[in-house]
């Protein structure tokens, strides 16, 4: 076979790759929206889910103020520690050893299955440390989910500013915190913020971890830390799997992704805004 | 009179070593030329004269005196607030202008805003920007030109008052007429500080230096007044460098 015949055949893989893959997001999200439109309105966003068994009838409000809440608190909590962690692997660390290890850490944390981080955060949190099935155990296992992802995308942020420009703070005799605090970290904002806003969607999207830790099938929106939460995933792992209402469940579907994309729009506009910058 | 001193410096990196006992005085308010082939250990000497040296993993023997005292019984940070150092390429941090200039005074507890703005405004007047840029002190510093950069920069470093101020090959990413602005800013602050500048451009070092050393393969080969050394080198090897490159 001719290079040429060769190179048009892998031209033609790659595009008829590529359209497959557009195909089947578009299509997800032309059926989800065809089926899950007829159920969104007023009520069905604003209202408390009612009915017997719950849920058939009614809105998804609390499930979807809870999932904010549940990404807030857990990107919160991953964030910080996410954030401390690449500053110290990348401005601390002497020891290569050390940043290998921690690396090994980062990779398993985000390779461990999400039931996993659930069970996990059943036992600790829930049973151990008598959180109880609530808001604040379910934003914390969440958090540790979504920490690996913050922590890679902000390393690498902190390995790409100018070594030159972090020297020229320390050639003014000025503190390795202070650099961090006033120049490296604002420097990486957009960068930041944008990682985080891309974790909170992926922690949003995620049933296993909140099934065992707090999320319940019905709840008003919660008053505190403590008390247990609606999740749109789980709601509609619970539309769907108790057969309660397919087309509640496809409204749920419709506005979770929706919120997913304006997150995802966010996270992107941003990173871009930051790219221009530098 | 003599601010830094050298005594049997060497500096290595890991086995390699890359400075071999140099002992030189520099001079107090006075611009002092340090020449030599790339690779001989120029930059090297400067950041051990801050003791940045650490910072990039390197090691020195021997004694370096500030004002009569060894280097090492100051605090590190003190020494980088005294002794100042621009780089060879500009770096300006990407935020206005103001900001790049009241970072490190914040840092030293100056809180008061009339203070800053003076700062500010003393810092662009003596490194010649103040006219140029208009006043308009909120423009981000990266949208400047490289030798309006490279100012800003050697403007920053003084903010911190320093008595010492090592540029590294400042102007050798510049234009002609860039380098002419920094030169005739140079002689001028030479008066309130004591300038030590690595340069490749043996012209330049002749231009505005008082004294000049030639450093070789890390071996301080020669070192005394710019005019003697260009005019009467006294090594051979001197010589030839300076005839090599003119010729």
Known sequence: ?278 | MDILTTNNLSVSYGNRKVLKDLSMNIMENKITAIIGPSGCGKSTLLTTLNLMIEENGGNFTGKIFFKDKDILSYEKDEIRRRIGMVFQKPTPFPFSIYKNLTYAPKYYGIKDRLKLNSIVEDTLRKVGLFDEINHDINTKATKLSGGQQQRLCIGRALTVEPEVLLLDEPCSQLDFKNTANIEDMLLKLSRDYTIVIVTHNLSQAKRISDYTAFILDGELIEYGETEEIFTNPKDNRTKEYIEGIYG
């Open chain 1, 1 to 278: 076979m001719s290079e040429k015949i060769k190179d048009s055949l892998f031209k033609i893989w790659i595009i008829l790759s590529t359209l497959l893959m557009f195909t089947v997001v578009i299509y997800i999200f032309g059926y989800i929206f065809k089926n899950g439109i007829a159920s969104i309105n007023m009520e069905f966003i604003f209202g408390d889910p009612k009915g017997i068994p719950i849920g058939s009838e009614g809105g998804i409000f609390p499930a979807i103020i809870g999932s904010l809440f549940l990404m807030i608190i857990a990107c919160i909590f991953a964030s910080i520690l996410a954030i401390s962690t690449a500053v110290y692997t990348v401005f601390y660390c002497r020891f290569k050893k050390i940043e290998s290890i921690i690396h090994l850490i980062v990779q398993c944390m985000a390779g461990t299955p999400s039931i996993i981080l659930g069970l996990f955060g059943y036992t600790l949190l829930v049973l151990y440390l008598g959180l109880g099935r609530s808001l604040l155990s379910a934003g914390l296992t969440l958090g540790i989910m979504i920490f690996p992802y913050i922590e890679v995308r902000v390393e690498k942020t902190l390995r790409e500013i100018d070594k030159s420009i972090v020297e020229s703070s320390y050639v003014l005799g000025i503190s390795k915190a202070y650099t961090i605090f006033k120049l490296i970290l604002p420097i990486c904002k957009k960068d930041i913020i944008s990682a985080i806003t891309l974790a909170g969607g992926f922690a949003m999207g995620a049933a296993a971890p909140i099934i065992l830790t707090g999320a319940v099938i019905f709840a008003p929106i919660p008053k505190s830390l403590s008390s247990p939460v609606m999740a749109l995933p789980f709601h509609l792992y619970i539309l769907t799997g108790e057969g309660i209402s397919l087309e509640k469940a496809y409204g749920t579907a419709l506005v979770l992704i929706m919120i997913l994309l304006i997150i995802n729009i966010i996270s992107v506009v941003l990173n871009m805004r930051g790219r221009e910058h530098s």
